[in-house]
């Protein structure tokens, strides 16, 4: 069993940046794949990024790919997802998953564990 925590959320202006973090305990987070995901009400969760148990592979998605960096610390016990350039279209509640798989799915049903979310606002 593992507990998510997810923090960094916020109201931010358009083209602006932050960084979003979930903490682990339980279990140490090198022994699961992480991925982030994100979702507005009234629609399906979407896959943000994902990183391996290795940290070697992380995949994002392509509404954010080339604006965003997800890392591990596993010193730390913790994920974190950069993301710059912020959109409105960014404004949601941002899920942290973590999921026994080796590499990492943009499928929310291979991750077992989940955070109960941080808001991120974005305003024009």
């Known amino acids: 069993q593992v507990q998510l925590v997810e923090s960094g959320g916020g109201l931010v202006q358009a083209g602006g940046s932050l960084r979003l973090s979930c903490t682990a305990s339980g279990r140490a987070v090198d022994g699961f794949t992480l991925g982030w995901f994100r979702q507005v009400s009234g629609k399906e969760r979407e896959f943000v990024a994902g990183i391996s148990r290795s940290g070697f592979t992380i995949i994002y998605a392509d509404s954010v790919l080339g604006r965003s960096t997800l890392s591990r610390d596993a010193a730390k016990n913790t994920v974190s997802l950069q993301m710059e350039s912020l959109e409105l279209e960014d404004t949601a509640v941002y899920y942290c998953?973590?999921?026994?798989?080796?590499?990492?799915?943009?499928?929310?049903?291979?991750?077992?564990?989940w955070g109960q979310g941080t808001q991120v606002t974005v305003s024009s």
């Open positions: 998953a973590a999921g026994e798989r080796v590499v990492p799915s943009s499928n929310d049903n291979e991750y077992d564990y």
